[in-house]
Each structure stands twice: as C-alpha cells, then as structure tokens.
DNA sequence: GATGAATGAGTATTCATTCAT
DNA sequence: AATGAATGAATACTCATTCAT
C-alpha cells in the first residue's frame, strides 16, 4: 500500500531471483541443463517450487535468463573500450583480464558450453550470444587491421576460437591443463 | 541344430547393430544425449524398442559403443605413422586431413563435444578417448620438440585446444564460420 | 509464509498416506508383491501415480512401511504382559485373542505370508518382524518353563510354527478350515 | 521314419522337457514366479528359449507341469498304504519318512509354499493339489478314527497344518529352525 | 508473495511370446 | 526339433508444471 512496501516488494523479489538464478547456475553446472531438476534448484535456493515459477515463467526461461544476466554483465566490461584500438599491450593484457574473468565464472562457463551444444534450447539464446560476442570480435579485428592484417576479421574470429579451445579443455581437465602458459603461448604466436 | 547358420545370425546382428547405431548417433547428434529419447531412436533405425535392448544393455551402453566404435576407426588411421617424425609439410598436411575427416563426420563431432561436457556419463568413455588422443599428442609433440621449441608438450596441448575451439566454433554455425581458413592461419602461425 | 499451516499440510499427508497404505495393502494382498502395480494401487487409493511417489521412494519402500507399521501396531498390543508368566488359563486366552486379531487381519497377513517367502525383498524387514516375533516366543517359552517342560523354547517355536500352518491353511480356504476348531484342539493338545 | 526314430524323438523330448522343468524348479525357487524370467531358465536348461514353447504352452503352463508332476510322485509314494489303518508306529514313521522327503526336496517345497500364497496363479492347480491332500488326509483321520478320537477329520486336518507351518518356517529359516525335534515333539503330543 | 500437494505425460527398461528359417 | 531375432505391451519411476489455499 505504502510507497515503503512497494519498495520492500521489490528488494524481495529481486533478492529472491538472484538466489534462485545463483541455485540454478549452480546446478545446471553441476548436472547439465537436462539433468538438473526444478525441485533440486528450489530446494537449494531455499525456496518452493511454486515460487521459482512465480518468478520465472519455466525451466527454459529461467537458464536464458541467467545466460542473458551474464552477458550484459561482461557486455558492461567492454562499454568504453569499444571504440578504441588498442596497442599489442592492451590486446595482451585485454586477453589475460578476460581469461581471469572466465576462471572465475567457472561454474558459468561450464553451463555456457554444455548447453550452447544443444541447439535447441539455445535458438532465442544465440541472438543475444552475438551481441556481446560480436563487438569484442570487431575490437579484436580492429587490433589486428592496425597491425596491417590482410583479412582482419577471419583473424579475430581464428583467435577467438582458440580461446574457446583452450577454455573448453581447461573446462574438462581444469586440474591438468596448462591453462595459463596456453594463454601465454596464444599471446606470443597470435597476437 | 540352428535353422540359421551362425553366420546367418552374425549377419542379422552386426547389420541391425549398425543400423541402431547410425540411428542414434544421428538423433544424439540433434538433441543432445538426455533428449534423445529411446524410441525414437529405435523408430529412426526402423526397429523396436525391445530390439535395442538386445543388442544394447541400455542407454549409456549404447552410446559408449557408438565412442568407442569411432575412436578404433580414427585410431587405425593413425597406425604406421605413430613412431615417425613429421616434416612441417607432413605435419601441415596431417592436420589438413584430420581437420576433412572432422567435417565428415560432423554429427559424430556434435555428439562427441555436446558430451563431452557431461562428465559423468563419460566417465569411463575418458578412458578410451585418451587412449586415442595422446598418440596423437605425443607425435605432435615431437614436432614441436625437433623445431627446437622448448617447451614441447605444452604447445601440442594447445594446438589441440585451438583445433577444438575451431571445431566448436564451425559446429555451432557451420555456414558462417571460415573454417578451411582458420585453419590455414593456425598452420601458418602454430607449427 | 505458508498459505496452508503446518498442521494442515501435515493433516492432509498423513490422511492421503494411510489411503494409500491401506490400498496397497489390499492390492498386496490380492495380488501378491510383484504382480501388484503401482498405478493399480494408486487407482484404488483414488490418487495420481505421481503422488504415491511423493510419499513413497518406491513400491518397495510401501511394502516395508506398511510391515512395520501393522507391526508397530501388534507390539503395542504386547507391552505390559512381557514380562509376567501366563497361567494356562492366561495363555489360551491370549492364544485365542491373537488368532482372533489374524482373522481381523486377513488381508494384511495374506500379504506377509506372500512376501515371507521373496526373502530378497524382505531382508531389512526380517529384523523387525524378529523384535515382534521374540517377546511372543520368549512369553511362550517363559509359559513352558513353568509348566515344567525341559526345551521350553523348543515347544515355544514348534506351537508358534502350528500356530503358523494354521494360519496359512485358513488363509487359503477361508470357507472350508475349521480355524477355530484347529486353535482349540492346539490349545487342547500343546499347552 | 523308422520306428527306431521315433523312439530317439520320444527320448530327446523327454530328456529335454526334464530338463527344462528341473531347471525351472530350481529358478523359481530361486526367485519367485514372477521374477523368474524364462530367458533365464532357458538358459539354465541349456535350451532356447523357442524349444521351451515347443514344449509348454507358457510360463504357467510350466509351472503348473511341475507341480503336478511333483505330485503324481508324491502320489504313488502312498499306493497301497491308502486303505489300511496304521498302528500308532506306522503312522508316526510316515510322518517322519514324508518329512524326510520333504527335507529332499526343498527347492520344490520352496517353490509350493511361494506360489500357494498367489491364488490367481494356482487356482487350477488347486484342484490337482487336493487330489494328493485328501488321501493322505482320509488315512490320518482313519488313524484318528481307530484311535477314538471323536472328530478325526479335524484332527487330522489341524496335524496338516502343523506339519505346513514346521516346513514353512523351515523353508524360511533352515539354519536356524529345529526341524527334526519339532517333529518329534509333534509325534509325541498330537499323534 | 509463498507453499507444497497433486498431476499426467513422459522415460528407460523388461519380458513373455511369436515366428521365419 | 531348434534357434534366437523381433515385438509390443506392461512396468516402475521422474519431473516440469499447476493450483487451491
């Protein structure tokens, strides 16, 4: 009724979905999107089952929603730095802040490419995918145009799949690959 | 005794065996391993449901079937070749062809990277697939090792992941990513 | 919190477990374990299949709780008279008491001979048909003792197995075992 | 064609049939009716599973040659003893000589008391079974009879029962139950 | 907003039985 | 007589989703 409990009903809801969407994270992480049941997400979120589909219309909604969650967050790290083009240091150091952030967000990336192979789940995700990936690639071939590659995008795009390469592989064995010295030699011979 | 020959029999059994498993391996290849479901697996073969309990114990086992039968055939591939040194030119055109065997065998693939991420069905598969993927390791590292890097191990483990996100990356959009391409920069830069 | 008490969702799941019990145990015991089905049960009990997994892990599980609670029940009718020696009068009595409770029981006993003889579903049960069945027995064998016998827990097992057998007998031609007439002449004859 | 072989096709039939109920018997005793599965005992018999429809209609068709296999031999085991009433001596031997049998036979007694118990199964074998039952009942009553005992049937029917419940809970427990002195305490008091 | 009882369609798997050979 | 490939109906069990409260 007060303008006090609109606002205290909007603190509860947004602080209730993100502990659902961190359950979720969790667990579709843990157990794969398929696997990971509804009721082991409410249960750990501490929450009801009714209530997770208050908040989210289902299942499906709930892992675009933390897909798209995600994106903007990285999508917000790159706001600023698009426009420029960076040195071979920056680039460098671009690179190693970005592979920080993705062991830091393990359980996020695991989700991320365990799911982005299933196609159809991920139909509505992928547009969404191509907007934060897309300025990052063109930053990317901007730094390489300025170093006078002949075709600057496929370059990108090359390097790009590296990196997708060697956190995929850090993914499956994050005890026994050389993550870091991968990134390193990728520094070195691609950039 | 039998009013079939055993050879009959053999027949019947490794024909429908391999019909079961061109079926699956498709229908895992669009769904992915826990939404392709049993039935229609077995409609796609044109077979019962019951038959393919026949001839696998169950779901995992007939996966784990489709791996390994895969894993012998690109093993066989690589029989001769193990103890030699490559030339760069060897290595070059080594690569080229395993990057053509990837493409025709793209559902294959699919399968393998969408599983991949989920570890426990495949746990004991991991097994098996080291089996075939360190040979081709360690050939890679003696590339490496005799242009003197010094580090030879360590830059095969990454030309593979750098294979692999290339791979990942032409999976996930085969018309748009420039696959034959990356393919020719990693050549010129990795090895 | 709740939009239903505690009280009322407590209510509301003892009340719908017992209906369940109570038609498992009759399908139990006209069908025999195996043959039960879970959707016949759950038919019966006017509840979605579902449901009964809500409140049960499995069928299994509803044998095992349905055993212990009937025997729950006949343990309670014991406490008290563990400890005394029955005179003869005493002990005739509580003989024809407790064939009385059997025929007041015929459903629930029919399910415990069926499954008595499938030991691998009932091994964890067999424990706690033994903390019913030896206060009776050692009562018994207290019972002969004083009565001066020289194996007393030998005539205790042997009038519990007759007991048993005719039991087993009624339970098979209800209409034609002169059930009664055995009870009395055992009561005529052993104690 | 010739006589000779056809006398060779009536000696493999009924080797195969024995062998094929001796190894049913033995599964089902193992296992239940329901969870014997006939892959299984085919298998155990060293047959197919098509010869075993060449030789019983089906499951229970099988089932139901046992037993009444069973107990024609039981029942041959009783001509000539069926008319004449014994002494106190001879009827206490017969008890002990059938019990020893059925000490022989436990896999089959197994079986019987499992089965019994699932009416619908049984219902037209139960007829069969009385067959046996009522002649070895009708010379207990006549040892009853000649003894004065005023109801004989129903004596004679309650040791029935007695001896049932002695194997049942033999059959359940043959380690632990005290067969042999329950018998003789039963000879001692009821006989 | 919040609960959890309730549902029903779906899943993998089993197994008695048939039948072409 | 004998085989075992093939079927299909049945079974136990799961789980996303709904809804009365």
């Known amino acids: 009724m007060s303008p006090r ?6 603190e509860i809801r947004t602080e209730k979905k993100a502990r659902i969407m961190q359950a979720a994270l969790e667990v579709f992480s843990e157990e794969g999107f398929e696997r990971a049941s509804v009721s082991k997400i409410a249960g750990r979120a501490g929450v009801s089952k009714g209530l997770m ?3 989210f219309k289902n299942k499906e909604e709930l892992i675009k929603t933390i897909f798209i969650d995600a994106m903007s967050k990285l999508m917000s790290s790159f706001v600023g730095s698009r426009e420029m083009i960076p040195t071979k240091e920056e680039f460098a150091l671009f690179i190693k802040k970005s592979m920080a952030d993705f062991k830091n967000n393990l359980p996020y990336w695991k989700m991320y490419f365990s799911v982005m192979m299933q ?6 995700v ?3 995918l191509m907007e934060i990936a897309m300025p990052v690639l063109m930053m990317m071939a901007k730094y390489y145009e300025s170093r006078g590659v002949k075709d600057p995008l496929l370059h990108a795009r090359m390097l790009g799949a590296a990196l997708d390469g060697i956190g995929m592989n850090y993914l499956v064995d994050p005890e026994g690959y050389p993550f870091d010295k991968s990134i390193d030699i990728i520094i070195d011979k691609l950039i």
């Open 5 to 10: 409990t609109q606002e205290q009903y909007h």
């Open 119 to 124: 196609a159809n789940v991920m139909q509505m």
């Open 126 to 128: 992928n547009e969404e």
């Open 53 to 55: 589909y208050n908040y």
